[in-house]
């Protein structure tokens, strides 16, 4: 590996690397200036220069680079890549055969071994996240790999990178057949709308595909729904085909209109028996309380950083405060699903959100469940935050 450049890691991180901690960043090693080219492959070693790891350099917002193997004679080539697909697929081969769920992830980035990728299976149809110019320069050969380990139907990808980490609008698709747009998928037999060549987002966060589940089958019957940061109107159709008496979705983006009525109705859903607004969450709270508007079960699902024209909100900062305004409008006995898919803390400290946020409303709640991420969503263990979604079902008392 002559053209190989090796990367020495500071002594007081050797520990934390040698149990697997698979992401690279500027501060962990000794010689960051050796990087300069997206895609390099590195060599990984302790303070005595012994091998660690063998990894690429990718810059993204979480890092500079992802170690991909351990083993000091694997190469990073096509066979490795299938390897690595080959692996992810046979993981979810009980997924394939269901008829009632058709979307799913099917490689999750360094829970399966490659940091930066990401691909999701959508019906036959295959959906490719670069999230740095470093992994897409493999681009060739881990599209190689995923069309020899497995029938692909069509394949389409999002370059979620830029010179400044923005999203690239380009064509989306790859290869093999376009699909027909929107793309009807199913999410425990319930239908969802998808557009894989419509931005960085394609219409459902598939990472909630229990929790809507659970909200169908367990919560929604008989109540009244508000689901704030709606986006395209998912957890209030599951609310709904869950015999929930009536939605209101909130969203600031003008598309949640016509996307949330679209989803309604690939289920055969009155759309104009809920209730859909295009308004800041933020201003929308006042108006409930304003009108003594009470909910049965809020769904508080927001972004990690969101800004509106008069409000900024932080998860790590503001969540608290966001719960407390979601206390006021549910009614006695109501169910709060508490959400968040920031990596800045874990369940502990999501868990402590809630605790003063109830305690400072003089309300006394319950927690009925807890979520992280699906099994498909695989995660690291030496890798925390890649476990980022937290997910509390809370009864308020």
Known sequence: MENEIVVKVKSKLVKKYKKGYPLLTAESIENDKELTVEGSVFTLVDDRNQFMARGYYGKQNKGIGWTLTHVQDELINLEFFIKKIKHALNARKHLFGSPDTTAFRVFNGEGDGIGGLTIDYFDGYYLMNWYSEGIYSFRKSIIEALTTSTAVKGLYQKKRFDSAGKYIEED????????????????????????????????????????????MENYALGKTVLNTFSYTGAFSVAAAMGGATKTTSVDLANRSLEKTIEQFSVNRLD???????????????????????TFEMVILDPPSFARSKKNTFRAEKDYTNLLKETIDITAEKGIIVASTNCSKFDMKRFKQFIEVAFRESDYNYQILEEHSLPQDFKTNPAFPEGDYLKVIFIKKL
């Open 172 to 215: 989306d698709f790859v290869t093999g057949e376009q699909a027909t747009f929107p793309l009807l998928i199913k999410e425990n037999g319930v239908n969802y709308a998808v557009y894989l060549n419509e931005g960085a987002m394609v219409g459902i966060f598939l990472d909630q595909r229990e929790v809507r589940r659970r909200i």
């Open 271 to 293: 759309f104009e028996a809920h209730d859909i607004r295009v308004m800041d969450v933020f201003r929308y709270f006042k108006y409930a309380k304003k009108n003594e508007l």
